[in-house]
């Protein structure tokens, strides 16, 4: 079966520090991977989606970037953290292809940027 | 542009009374919808999902939804509910064309009393 991993589960950075969040999924080839942004008491924002290897779309014009640098890993980075980068990140997997398929979320990361 | 409102940010219930939890969306054709529930600090876990066909779709933990295109609407129930299902719902429209986009509501947050 397939599962997806986040780390670290909780971070607390500077303002200003860099940022390196990493999601793996298992158990299946070639996903479809998103970065989800969800602040406190709103919904999930896309931030990120990747439908093969160094194939990244944004969503959102930020403060953040992503990488696929393998099949089943992705990963949301930043140079310099701003306040407004704390948050609950979630990662998502879902397979490929023409068809529409559901999404499956990884536990997430909670990041508190100081 | 295609957006899903969840007009109840709260709602409470007793236990063991029924449940239903409002979604609109808006988008020119027939979506793809789905309800996921999120536990605090965890991530989000796919309740139901609608394609195509029957209107009313059963998912996990007894919950049911209903589509109803006159009402662009896809409404979350239960008849009867636990103290365990306190938690946050989300509804989502998925985007056809590629790349398994979703948008999602804000989210109500559901909470039981004993």
């Known amino acids: 079966s397939q599962t997806i991993h986040q780390w670290p589960a909780t971070l607390v950075q500077p303002v200003g520090s860099p940022l390196s969040l990493e999601c793996t999924v298992e158990?299946?080839?070639?996903?479809?991977l998103y970065w989800y942004r969800q602040a406190a008491g709103r919904g999930l924002q896309l931030l990120f989606y990747?439908?093969?290897?160094?194939?990244i779309s944004s969503e959102v014009p930020q403060n953040l970037s992503a990488s696929r640098p393998q099949d089943r890993q992705f990963i949301l980075s930043s140079k310099k953290l701003l306040l407004s980068d704390s948050g609950f990140y979630l990662c998502?997997?879902?397979?490929?292809?023409?068809?529409?398929?559901?999404?499956?979320f990884g536990p997430g990361t909670r990041l508190t940027v100081l | 542009a295609q957006s899903v409102t969840q007009p109840d940010i709260h709602i409470t219930v007793s236990e063991g009374a029924s449940l239903e939890l409002r979604c609109n969306y808006s988008?020119?054709?027939?979506?793809?919808l789905f309800w996921y529930v999120q536990s605090p600090g965890q991530g989000l876990q796919l309740l139901l999902k609608y394609f195509s066909g029957d209107t009313l779709v059963q998912g996990i933990k007894g919950f049911e939804a209903e589509f109803k295109r006159s009402q662009s609407s896809f409404n979350l129930r239960k008849p009867s509910v636990h103290w365990s299902d306190a938690a946050e719902y989300f509804c989502a429209v998925g985007l056809p064309g590629g790349y398994n986009k979703l948008i999602f509501g804000a989210g109500t947050r559901l909470a039981v009393h004993p």
């Open positions: 158990g299946t080839s070639n996903p479809n």
């Open positions: 998502a997997w879902t397979a490929g292809g023409s068809s529409y398929n559901e999404q499956f």
């Open positions: 990747s439908v093969g290897i160094g194939q």
């Open positions: 988008y020119g054709a027939t979506p793809y």
